[in-house]
């Protein structure tokens, strides 16, 4: 069956500092790769997705950048970390094949102090 | 894009209550998922429902796609149901983006 790893769960950062969150996928070849982000009480924002590896499309102008060096591995960074920065992210799969659920990992919690 | 738009916002019923919760969206969809996110922030797969009805336990739903709305229903609530639910679709031609909705805070009281 296919699962979901996401790591740290909980983050506590210095604005100013870098980050890297990484998000890998068991049990299936080629899945879409997808970043949100969830402000306190707010909805989800998607932030990144990927068909494929290289494959990168951003949502949304920000301080982060993401990338897919492997199949199956999407990672999250930052170059310098924002207080807006701070928030609940969640890495989530789907098949490529179409009609299918989503699938999302436990989440990271990150803190800009 | 498509604009997914959930309601009511905010819900707070006692134990025992049954709640419907609504998803409008703005174009027709290929996909459409109900999600339960629990006080950790772990998002739990309730229904993958593009169409028709379903049912688990005290939950079900139903989409009609021709319409552009899904429903949620909780019958006889617990505790343990309260959290936040999203409902989110996927549509092909936007390059096959999950979008969600704003969400239902749904608080049950003892």
């Known amino acids: 069956s296919q699962t979901i790893h996401q790591w740290p769960a909980t983050l506590v950062q210095p604005v100013g500092s870098p980050l890297s969150l990484e998000c890998t996928v068991e049990?299936?070849?080629?899945?879409?790769l997808y970043w949100y982000r969830q402000a306190a009480g707010r909805g989800l924002q998607l932030l990144f997705y990927?068909?494929?590896?290289?494959?990168i499309s951003s949502e949304v102008p920000q301080n982060l950048s993401a990338s897919r060096p492997q199949d199956r591995q999407f990672i999250l960074s930052s170059k310098k970390l924002l207080l807006s920065d701070s928030g609940f992210y969640l890495c989530?799969?789907?098949?490529?094949?179409?009609?299918?659920?989503?699938?999302f990992g436990q989440g990271t919690r990150l803190t800009v102090v | 894009g498509i604009q997914v738009e959930q309601s009511p916002p905010d819900l707070i019923l006692q134990e025992g209550a049954n709640s419907t919760l609504r998803c409008n969206f703005s174009?027709?969809?290929?996909?459409l998922q109900w999600f339960h996110q629990n006080p950790w922030g772990q998002l739990i797969n309730l229904f993958y429902?593009?169409?028709g009805t379903k049912q688990n336990g005290r939950l079900s739903a139903t989409t009609v796609a021709t319409e552009r709305y899904s429903l949620l229903y909780i019958s006889s609530s617990q505790t343990t149901d309260s959290g936040v639910y999203f409902c989110?679709?996927?549509?092909?031609?936007?390059?096959?983006?999950?979008?969600f909705g704003s969400g239902t805070r749904l608080s049950i009281r003892p």
């Open positions: 989530a799969w789907d098949a490529w094949t179409g009609n299918t659920e989503a699938f």
């Open positions: 049990g299936t070849s080629n899945p879409n």
């Open positions: 990927s068909v494929g590896i290289g494959q």
């Open positions: 174009d027709s969809v290929n996909n």
């Open positions: 429902i593009p169409s």
């Open positions: 989110a679709v996927v549509r092909y031609s936007s390059a096959s983006k999950i979008i």
